[in-house]
Structures are given as C-alpha cells and as structure tokens.
C-alpha cells in the first residue's frame, strides 16, 4: 500500500492549486484522509481531515481558502486551495488510516499512511 500525492507547484498570491493523493495496493478500506503540510524550518501541522463518510475539519488557518474532498471509489483525496498566500508556501503531505487486505480471513488492521510530499509555492 502506498499514497502518491501530485499537483503542487509555484502559483502567485491569490491563486489556486489542487493537489490529489491516491492510495494504491491492495487496500481492504481507508478510513480518515487528511493533508499536512510542513514549512522550512516549521513543524508539519494538521490542514485538513475528512472521514470515510464525509465529514472535515480545518486549520483555522486555511477555513474558507481550502476544502478537502474524497473520491472513495478512487481511493483519492483532494485538497483544492484557493486565495493561497506566501505563508501556505510548505510541502504538503497526504495521510490516511488504511487496512490493507492480506488476504481471505485476514484480519482488520489499520495502518497510518504517508504520501510524499508535494511542493507548493506561492509567490507574492
């Protein structure tokens, strides 16, 4: 099982990205979803979460610019940001709990996944 996360880039102030991570591998469920992001120098910090049914949650740093959405049927996240500033300037990090599937009779066992970082620049 691993996540490969995809879409950052440079954007200037006031732009917009979207980022995607897909899960892949033999996957029984994925639970909770979220993006963390970590500025030089800063520690990585929570962006988003959202739950296998829907539910989110923000940083209040980023409620209102960014939503978190899921395609469950794609094993995929997505973290559409808008209004970006210099300050969401970080490389952003898909996280998931994920069961992978061992097999028939296997037990459940939920993971914590990481993706790859993917950079995001935002020039002012």
């Known amino acids: 099982v691993q996540l490969q996360a995809c879409g950052g880039g440079l954007v200037q102030a006031g732009g917009s990205l979207r980022l995607s991570c897909a899960a892949s591998?033999?996957?029984?469920?994925?639970?909770?979803m979220a993006w963390y992001r970590q500025a030089p120098g800063e520690e990585r910090e929570l962006v988003a979460t959202?739950?296998?049914?829907?539910?989110?949650n923000y940083a209040n740093s980023v409620t209102g610019r960014f939503t978190i959405s899921r395609d469950n049927a794609e094993n995929t996240v997505y973290l559409q940001m808008s209004s970006l500033k210099p300050e969401d300037t970080a490389t952003y990090y898909c996280?998931?709990?994920?069961?992978?599937?061992?097999?028939?009779?296997?037990?459940?066992?939920?993971?914590?996944?990481w993706g790859r970082g993917t950079l995001v620049t935002v020039s002012s």
């Open positions: 996280n998931a709990m994920i069961a992978p599937y061992y097999g028939p009779g296997s037990k459940y066992r939920p993971s914590e996944y």
């Open positions: 591998g033999s996957i029984f469920s994925i639970n909770d």
């Open positions: 959202i739950t296998s049914g829907g539910s989110t």
